[in-house]
């Protein structure tokens, strides 16, 4: 029977909070407290919660069953007591906390349940959003630390909860990640590093979007990052950089896994880290531009017992430097100055390119006797496919060498085989092996066409195209490859015996057959002998028995190769036979059952005795100090009745410039470590600007110094170092000039000028620089040669012969043809500045420039000097424009100042470049006196080149021009010019004009006293 309200006995608090679970779970949960003797207080606790908040009680009864069922109601207390806690901060957190802590203490140890809940209510004093995230990131940082380290965990993020409770929740949330990744004692780094990135906003509010950012993505980042006592110095370089830049601490955290990984050795990627740290203490840009450099470097500097004692070398280098200037430490680790360069050249394992080219220049011009031009090989240092091998230019006028050679230990040994290196390649150029007459071979192709069913196809164009007609073109190829290369080798062990010692240490140490451990098809096997036998001494090769008949009978086919006057068209016909002979052989021999016998050359394998021709045929790699042939350069050449391949029997060296000749012609391919090089520009062959640092060091000096690939027509880049006063050094390949020609103006501004000053001043201009050429002969007396006897010297001969003096033998007259030899370069100032307008006119600075370089030009024809005229303006150092009104072999002026008509103000001035450019200009003039003449209104002034660094670096530009003999002189229209204009140019190479006004007028006269004989 149902009990009315009036029937039911007054109930216990604890009850009446129950009640909404049903009667069972109530009774249950009830008896459970009762005997862990918690009811009262679950109780108290539970009444308190109401009292804070009915909603929050409501879901900490609803929680109750599951709290028991995951966890028991030993923790029912602190449990409660947390909720409380979050309750009085905040209702909604409470209630997140009370649905989701069973599930989550549940995954806990159940030894660590009770010291979460803790750790959670100190916390909650500070934030009750930060106490919930603890609760909920908990399980996943107890699976990677114990227990007893909860407290510091927690203590970072009251710490943090201090600051700013996003914060800190962002740290609870992501640092389990982050401790699997770290070491414990490194977490405190870690938040060190994430709260250094704290900024500023605009209202001067603590910013700490970058801490936050960095809190989610560091874990990812340093799992990148191998090994955790790597990632924990990644973690505390960070932190370090931090404190003196936030913007390269990030930048350092972002690019720390790739840099790192380019390191290959770990011990090496620890110490890195460790030199790196010293330099972060002192500045973090310049640090940041160490890592970045370092595994380019370590690269450079290869291997060996010593790499650390280079290494420290290099960076006792910018210890150095760090100590005058951090400007200049960070120059040196961007490798952007030349100590930096020179400090690392001095560290290089091996000999680089650059440091012996001259050498083998010479040696190489010695035994073509042709100039030969030398050029690194792109891609020759770090490269892991092997040995680099030399090569010749599509043009036949350059070798091809790698940057760097450090295969041998020692410095001569390397030297060595540059020397080697540099002989064979000369040598293919001196007997032939690119001159070769393809029409002497059309026979030969005919035979091979018909030999093997080929269509008739193309005249034979390259040397290519005769070895694709066989049905393995690499074996013929290689075969051909062997027996040029013995051939050449022959002729240089005759004619030059010194070589003949390093070729043969040089083939004993780089040439060994390939292993047999996969398998060898015979011809392959076959092919290994043959290169034994023509680089070593023949009896010491031990050839297997499997294909020692094979082989002693082509090797017996070789022997006519050996003959001095053997030519390179016996080589390729030679190449054929064997090819031919070896077909014959291995298509019909029977199959081995045993291995071939073993001995130190050759390793046990047995090789494939029957093969087909279609079996892939793999070529040798295994000849690193010879060169790499290709035979697709080796084009057709006119029959003239003489043998090709040996200048002795054609009667002359033949014609280097002709060498592989085939130009542009269909077919014809270059090797891959060729492909790139360009020839262009009057002043050289150059490729693109290098930008690696391998390039930039190795890069040899002509090359550094030659005209780059512009993108836009009728321009041409030069690249120029730039001194920096502050760090007292040079920059490397800082400024890039453009040159170009100027536009002409459709206008006849000469005209113009010229009627303006009126044809009587023009004339008595032109008549006073005419004055200035010397006549056309002068007398020379007392000369030891002449056109006739100077008698008054005869006289005093006899004089001196009757007083028994030493007579003299200078008796004659002669006449000698007098000329001017001037080469003067104007260099005018195009910046902005000069568009400023005159007092009084509607005249501006530019246009009285322009005005008095017409009556210049009009004068100077009249003298006949070489001149050329020049503009300059600045846009950055990545833009110095150099713009061309006239060059000195540019014929009368109508053109040039149809140019300068058309100038008009640009931008900035950079002058050091400028100027280092004309200078370049004046130096390939062949005249006793070079000047170079600068026209400007106002001290150099560019995007980062002011003051200081602007005029220091014009300065040394204009003494290295005096050092090479060219007069600089400086006329500017700036009437405060005289302090820094005397400090650049001095006070005799210097002119101030206080009025622009008479630049026109006074142009002429300061040039006829420069240049007076």
């Known amino acids: 029977m149902t009990q009315t309200p009036q029937d039911q006995q007054p109930s216990d608090p604890l009850a009446v909070l129950l009640a909404p679970l049903g009667p069972a779970a109530a009774e249950r949960l009830t008896s459970g407290l009762a005997q862990l003797g918690r009811r009262e207080t679950v109780t108290e606790f539970l009444v308190e919660l109401e009292g804070v908040s009915a909603k929050v009680v409501r879901e900490a009864v609803s929680a109750l069953p599951d709290l028991e069922r995951r966890v028991g109601l030993e923790l029912v207390v602190p449990w409660l007591d947390l909720a409380i806690a979050l309750a009085l901060s905040s209702g909604a957190t409470a209630i997140r906390y009370l649905r989701e802590s069973p599930l989550l203490l549940g995954l806990l140890p159940t030894e660590s349940r009770l010291p979460v809940l803790r750790a959670a209510q100190d916390m909650a004093e500070q934030d009750a959003n930060v106490a919930l995230e603890m609760v909920r990131n908990a399980p996943e940082l107890l699976r990677v630390v114990p227990a007893a380290d909860l407290g510091a965990w927690g203590g970072l993020g009251e710490e943090l909860a201090r600051v700013d409770y996003v914060v800190a929740v962002e740290f609870l949330r992501q640092s389990p990640a982050v401790v699997g990744l770290l070491p414990w004692e490194s977490l405190r780094a870690w938040v060190r590093f994430g709260m250094g990135l704290l900024t500023q906003n605009s209202l001067g509010k603590p910013d700490y979007l970058a801490t936050l950012e960095f809190f989610r993505r560091s874990p990812a980042i340093l799992g990148d990052i191998e090994g955790a006592p790597l990632r924990a110095a990644t973690i505390d370089l960070g932190a370090l950089l931090t404190t003196g830049s936030p913007q390269q601490a990030v930048a350092w955290m972002a690019e720390a896994p790739r840099l790192l990984r380019a390191i290959p050795d770990a011990s090496w990627r620890r110490r890195v880290v460790q030199y790196g740290g010293l330099v972060a203490e002192r500045d973090a840009e310049a640090a940041l531009a160490y890592f970045r450099r370092v595994p380019e470097v370590l690269n450079l500097l290869g291997e060996g017992a010593d790499l650390l004692a280079r290494f420290d070398d290099w960076f006792k280098g910018a210890m150095e430097v760090m100590g005058y200037s951090v400007e200049g430490v960070r120059a040196y680790f961007a490798m952007e100055t030349r100590k930096a360069l020179a400090s690392l050249e001095q560290a290089l394992n091996g000999v680089a390119l650059r440091q012996v080219a001259r050498h083998l220049k010479l040696f190489a011009q010695a035994l073509c006797g042709t100039d030969v031009a030398l050029q690194a090989l792109p891609g020759s240092v770090g490269s892991e496919a092997g040995p680099i091998r ?45 001159r070769i007459s393809l029409g002497r071979l059309a026979d030969l192709m005919d035979v091979v066409r018909r030999r093997y069913g080929r269509a008739l196809q193309a005249p034979m164009a390259t040397l290519s195209d005769l070895f694709q007609l066989y049905p393995q073109p690499l074996l013929v190829r290689d075969l051909w490859t062997l027996v040029e290369d013995a051939r050449v080798e022959h002729r240089l062990r005759s004619e030059y015996p010194g070589l003949g010692q390093d070729l043969a240490q040089l083939a004993k140490d780089a040439v060994t057959v390939r292993t047999l451990n996969h398998g060898l098809t015979v011809r392959e096997l076959v092919a290994d002998c043959l290169l034994l036998l023509t680089t070593t001494d023949p009896a010491t090769v031990a050839i297997p028995e499997a294909v020692r008949e094979i082989v002693m009978r082509l090797w017996a086919e070789c022997q006519p190769i050996f003959r001095d006057d053997a030519t390179a068209e016996e080589a390729v016909r030679l190449a054929d036979r064997l090819y031919v002979q070896l077909e014959a052989m291995t298509s019909t021999a029977p199959a081995q059952a045993g291995q071939a016998e073993s001995d130190a050359q050759t390793p046990t394998a047995g090789p494939q005795a029957s093969e087909s021709l279609t079996d892939q045929y793999r070529p040798l790699t295994n000849w690193s100090h010879r060169g790499m042939m290709d035979a697709s350069l080796i084009a057709d050449q006119p029959v003239n009745g003489s043998s090709s391949g040996s200048h002795d029997q054609a009667g002359n060296s033949g014609d280097l410039a002709a060498a592989g000749g085939a130009g542009d012609r269909p077919g014809r391919r270059r090797e891959a470590n060729v492909q790139g090089l360009e020839q262009g520009g009057r002043d050289g062959a150059s490729e693109a600007q290098p930008n690696s640092l391998s390039e930039r060091l190795l890069a040899l000096e002509d090359a550094r110094q030659a005209v780059h690939a512009s993108d836009a027509p009728g321009e041409r880049i030069w690249t120029y170092d730039e001194w920096d006063g502050q760090i007292q050094d040079y920059r490397t390949d800082w400024c890039r000039v453009i040159e170009r020609v100027a536009v002409e103006h459709a206008m006849d501004f000469a005209d113009e000028v010229l009627m303006r000053h009126g044809a009587a001043a023009v004339r008595t201009l032109r008549r006073s620089f005419e004055r200035m050429k010397p006549p056309g002969l002068r007398t020379v007396r007392g000369a030891s040669d002449g056109d006739s006897l100077d008698w008054d010297a005869v006289v005093r001969r006899r004089a001196d012969l009757a007083a028994g003096a030493e007579p003299t033998d200078e008796v004659y007259v002669r006449r000698e043809k007098r000329e001017r030899d001037v080469a003067v370069a104007f260099l005018v100032d195009l910046s902005g500045s000069t568009s400023r307008q005159l007092e009084g006119e509607g005249r501006r600075v530019i246009d009285v420039e322009k005005e008095g370089l017409v009556l210049l030009c009009e004068a100077l024809d009249a003298l006949g000097d070489q001149y050329a005229v020049y503009g300059c303006s600045g846009q ?53 006196n070079k000047v170079l003449m600068l026209i400007s209104d106002g001290r150099p002034l560019d995007d980062g080149y002011a003051d200081e660094y602007s005029l220091e670096d014009t300065k040394i530009a204009l003494r290295e021009a005096r050092t090479k003999g060219i007069h600089p002189f400086c006329i500017t229209v700036d009437q405060a010019a005289d302090a820094y204009v005397k400090r ?30």
Do not use: C, W
């Not at 006028?397 to 540059?418: F, G, K």
């Not at 005799?988 to 007076?1012: C, F, G, I, M, N």
């Open 390 to 434: 030399a090569s010749v230019s599509a043009d036949g006028r350059t070798i091809l060498l790698p940057s760097i050679i450090r295969r041998a230990p020692t410095y001569e040994a390397n030297l060595r085989l540059y020397t080697v290196m540099t002989a064979h390649e000369a040598g293919h150029l001196e007997y032939g092996t690119y």
């Open 984 to 1013: 650049m140019y001095g006070d005799v190479h210097s002119l101030v004009v206080d009025d622009a006004r008479e630049l026109p007028e006074r142009l002429p006269r300061v040039y006829q006293q420069l240049t007076r004989s």
């Open 876 to 928: 950055g150092r990545s833009r110095v424009d150099f713009l061309v009104f006239k060059e000195f072999d540019e014929a009368g002026r109508g053109r040039a100042t149809a140019r300068l008509g058309a100038a008009s103000p640009l931008h900035q001035n950079r002058d050091g470049a400028a100027i280092r450019h004309a200078a370049r200009k004046l130096l390939a003039r062949s005249a006793k």
